[in-house]
């Protein structure tokens, strides 16, 4: 089967990095390409580039920011000069840069995976929303979701019966060889080995709400000996700087990192402060490392974490819910298994079973 993946870019988020998860897999027995959009000259678009396989063949468009019908018709003319079977699209309205070859070629099979709570774009471009209804609706792009939440907003957002459910997968990862500097670095950082430590991944973005996560430990710490590593991008700018002010010495701020599964590894619990998520790819991480999620009630992680038993979930967005969560991590966290943990990623994430998944969807769909 010949494949084309196609996202904005391959940034340190989420969905960029289950991209290059996905089409590794898929490309142990498929023909498969990545196609990106934004430039590849600005080396935050290239942060999980060096991790595609060989088998993945690699193209960038460097479209410029908005659309024009110039780049609208070099992405038809690639689409149609690739000949593919499906074209998999990640991150919402991308399909609208792909709207001539989905109209007008239709010698291959378009399907989407939607990443984000459908809901929360309402409030976006109008036409946008339009176009994206009239595509799903009418069965031009086939549309999954990757947590049941994600279906749910997907159904109401879209008005659509039961759109295709496939969690998100994750590769297994080892601890890298940078594994011992991190164990030390953490150490570093604490008082003592009985010093508690958390760590939070992602970006500086409003939607990942780390003023409520700042907010809560710095309450947390007055009575409490704990650090916060944040591990992610955007911290050095103008919001990311208020952040910084307002966080105690005990919050350590460690920009990007290639090697989060170390960290995770080494850490006590794993902090997740989102507003808004599909299926966050780092909860499938901290399971892999056997490391205990702390989360608000975004999608996916109240699919998975129960708590007190796979980990700790607040009730709702609040920062004194998320003390109180905090809280009982440092009361009943011992009585959580790294066994218990793994088995979370075992039985639900493994990428190889995602991709399979994947393939018997392209499969089983019919061209339109």
């Keep these: 089967m010949k494949i084309i993946e196609v996202i904005y870019n391959l940034s340190s988020g989420g969905a960029e990095r289950f991209v290059v998860d996905l089409s590794n897999q898929l490309a142990e027995t498929n023909d498969v390409s990545l196609f990106t959009l934004k430039t590849d000259s600005d080396i935050r678009n290239v942060f999980y580039k060096k991790e595609l396989s060989s088998k993945v063949k690699y193209t960038n468009f460097s479209i410029p920011t908005g659309y024009s019908f110039k780049s609208l018709l070099t992405l038809y003319k690639a689409i149609k000069n690739e000949k593919p079977d499906i074209v998999h699209f990640h991150i919402a309205n991308i399909v609208i840069y792909f709207i001539l070859p989905i109209l007008f070629y239709r010698k291959c099979q378009y399907f989407q995976t939607e990443h984000t709570d459908a809901t929360f774009g309402k409030n976006g471009h109008r036409l946008f929303s339009y176009i994206r209804r009239f595509l799903y609706t009418n069965q031009l792009v086939n549309i999954c979701a990757i947590s049941k939440y994600n279906q749910t907003t997907l159904e109401a957002t879209f008005s659509l019966q039961a759109p295709k459910l496939i969690i998100n997968g994750r590769h297994k990862t080892d601890l890298s060889y940078q594994a011992d500097l991190v164990h030390q670095e953490i150490y570093s950082y604490k008082k003592n080995s009985d010093t508690l430590c958390f760590v939070h991944i992602g970006r500086c973005a409003e939607p990942k709400n780390q003023e409520l996560l700042i907010k809560a430990f710095n309450i947390f710490n007055k009575e409490n000996d704990a650090i916060l590593l944040i591990i992610g991008g955007g911290f050095d700018e103008p919001r990311g700087q208020e952040l910084c002010k307002i966080s105690n010495k005990n919050i350590h701020f460690l920009c990007e990192k290639p090697n989060v599964c170390d960290y995770l590894a080494y850490a006590d619990a794993f902090c997740l402060s989102s507003i808004f998520e599909g299926m966050p790819i780092t909860l499938i991480e901290a399971y892999c490392q056997s490391c205990i999620p702390i989360s608000t ?8 974490i129960i708590d007190g ?28 298994s790294k066994e218990a943990l793994h088995a979370v990623y075992d039985k639900n994430f493994s990428i190889k079973e995602c991709a399979d998944k994947y393939i018997n969807w392209f499969s089983e769909a019919e061209i339109k």
Excluded: M, W
Aim: glycine content about 6%; charged content about 20%.
């Design 297 to 304: 009630p975004v999608s996916g992680c109240i699919d998975y």
């Design 309 to 336: 038993q796979t980990g700790f979930i607040t009730d709702d967005y609040s920062v004194e819910n998320y003390v109180s969560a905090l809280e009982r991590f440092k009361k009943h966290h011992h009585a959580i």
